[in-house]
């Protein structure tokens, strides 16, 4: 059973690359998809469409580019990892989350416990939440078993 | 054309009062629709099948049983206005924008200036930005005139 | 906001009265919708199209008359209650639970504490478990309110 | 044309091994998938995000963990077949049959005679009832040929 | 619970009008959408939009127009009886059914015993087969009870 | 049968107003709903959201608060008329035309001879093409007859 | 561009290989599926889940057993072919037909003048209309060149 | 990740093959599937169906028989490019773009800017508008990197 993973949400960690890191080690077999997650390029993503001197035009531009990446990656995917950082707002990845439900996609959340109140319409409709990589990479290992 | 609005995010302002109000004076006539947006009774909601306690649970039964009433919102309206204020992380109105999306139902955020970085990937799927709630009636006055 | 309440399942019990009428007495504005929950007529639907000898054509030909109701039920209802008495196999209600699943209606679970186990999946996919019709009344009522 | 076949409800008995193993002797070229048959660790699957106390949410996170797998295997497959023994309620079961009916999936059930009459409604949205793995085989095999 | 019929097929007799009137004397509350069943005005329906020197054409013309009516019939309604007399080729009401079978619609097939096995797979996705209107009448009496 | 129309395209004649009229003048009950009509105020729809420097962007937010209109008309309509008339260029009405394609919404054209060849591809999908708003209203009579 | 083509309707003549090995002698690739063309075996395709006596379960049985390949094919195809003879009803060809239209798949017809007026429905629906097996490969050679 | 890139609209420039050599030479792994782009040929698609001697028939009869085409074109694809050339009409491009729309499959634009204003709503919907073949290289490159 082949199987893609999207991996949404904070870009300030190493969770990305734990979670693949572990699959390799382990031999799960996942094919793993993500949006662009250097900072710099994905806020300039729009900006070979022509320069712009308001930020909401340049931050609307380079969104919609991203989207293009994004929208294949929660249309194909067999499973979403929703990670939401301590620091920012992230709503992104609430909104990709949003997406998944509607679509019927499963996703898992993947943050601290003092999220749990903020979070809680997410986590409601999540297949499960996570605190750590590994319990993913876990979890994955189990699905694919 | 009978109209249906969903009034969904920040429950600490009187935005949806302003809406409400200005519509019924301009006789602008729309069905608003909300989720419980009494904080104490909103995280209470789930309390009636049995206490929990731990905090994710107790979160977890009354995000699902929220989740009824907003389905329906969110399934019957023509047009969704996804708020945030400038305090809290509000994922839950980014959540509910991605399901907007997903199911290509249109909205309207409403939000300040300083909040436009942060929510470029919720701006960019929507039909129009607001910053006042009067901004939001008068699209509504001209969408329904 | 209209709402229909399509309530499923056990039919060997006062479980749909008691709710219809405590949504009556708390004027909690609901339109009910049920299945054919006399036994007896029930197992005749199919009967009027041509009397069958075996067992198993007879149960398929008014399964399926049945169905006309129930598909109309389920697919314009706004919210599923799925009641599973002790007894009975009542594979009939998980399947309008999994109907429901996938077409992304919310349903509420109602059913004793000693069928938890066996209900994992059921429950798991429901907005909410109730073991009582008076719950199951006071979300509506707090739904509606 | 390449086909995929879910095998979904009991796992008590060899019926998948049965069928897996005369397709393999037949030369059918069909990819099973199915879900943990094992049922300690299917039990146990959401106990890497933490223990719990209450049987309800150990029950509960196990299901949404094990719901990842079924519903890749469900969306993705081209035939399910459903398995019901004697012995147990297997909710589970019926509830992916609804699952499948409202996606248009066709499916077979597979059960003894003397279940004809509680299933009927299962039977119903079936596109046919067999008492042996070795009917499916055939069934496959035609399908196939 | 409101219930629109979709009364699809032969022209030639008086099976609409039986199933109308006798729905009126029991007072079942139905309300019947039908094609036009003027044969000749049917023919006609595209010639307001220009004459046709050929055939076909003509016939394209109003089958399309006819079509307006028909989608919005199936599209929204509960229920349709699809009746087969024994003369023509109908290949128009076996359309219907498919078209209903591919939207989840349910129907009910009303013909002669001496098409049962032309009409199989046609009768395999109904809900019931019925020879004679009084039998539907039956059916939709027994549904909206 | 309730029955809304939805009129799509050029806004620089009287079209819409002779269809409108003539079906009242022949009773012929149908809802008709349109986009904005008024050039001026249509490209100025979105300056309520804040004035704009480049037309672009201008043009960009008042397409997307017209669109809230034009999306519940598409959605909630029975049948689309597309107009073209011979000036324009008029890609909003062919663009309208490929969304109600792609619902499956039934659509009639109305254009000149002269555009046969260009709009070849709209008018392989629509269900006819009229030259007058006459013959509109002949085909909507007939349809609701 | 790999392109699966479904060929349905008449079993009693050659066009389904004169079409296969056009195509093969062209060097049209294409991926052909077909229901099962022997008249015999699939009036039996149920037998192996039980004899029955009356000819209508028998029927049942077979057209419901036939229905999975035919689901898959028709789910899964580019294109379908749907043949009309001129001999006989061939309601599952029709059936198949509506199934496309709803589902928005591309179908050619391939018949005699003389069925013209008789399939005029389902021949408005499709994408054209062809009395000779060459044709048909004309247009898949033209499709896909 | 595979991608899947359609290329609609203009015929009579080189941008397609600019786009196609572009990505060759970058290594952008994209598979790209257009419309028949020869205009002869094009016109010409249904000739094969029978010749026509109103001009009305034969442009609906090739455009269908191109549709085939086209249909499998946006139904697979992950991102559409529609070109708008200053010249013509094209109004099956921005048939394709309301499409694209309606499915939830993102597009961008291509066209000079003396098009926007002409062009508003199509832009609208769009993931971004370019003016150079390059730019859309460019975007292609970013979103697969």
């Keep these: 059973m082949a199987f893609r993973v999207y ?24 094919e793993f998809v993500s949006p662009n997650t250097d900072h710099e390029s ?3 993503a729009g900006d070979c469409l022509g320069a712009e ?17 994004i929208q294949t990656a929660i249309q194909s995917c067999d499973l979403a990892i929703i990670r939401f950082g301590n620091k ?3 709503w992104n990845a609430a909104f990709d989350a949003g997406f998944c439900a509607a679509l019927g996609k499963p ?22 939440w996570a605190t750590t990589p590994e319990q993913i990479v876990e979890i994955l290992d189990y699905t694919l078993r």
Tied chains: 1, 2, 3, 4, 5, 6, 7, 8.
């Excluded at 991996?7 to 996942?30: F, M, N, P, T, Y």
């Excluded at 001197?53 to 990446?69: L, P």
């Excluded at 996703?107 to 499960?128: M, W």
């Design 7 to 30: 991996l949404s949400g904070e870009i300030h960690s190493d969770w990305r690359q734990r979670i693949i890191d572990a699959c390799k080690a382990k031999q799960v077999e996942v």
């Design 107 to 128: 996703y898992l959340t993947l943050h601290d416990e003092e999220l749990i109140h903020a979070l809680k319409e997410v986590d409601a409709a999540a297949n499960g």
């Design 53 to 69: 001197t308001q930020n909401f035009w340049r931050d609307h531009k380079s969104a919609k580019v991203n989207a293009i990446r």
């Design 88 to 90: 920012y707002k992230q």
């Design 42 to 44: 994905s806020d300039a």
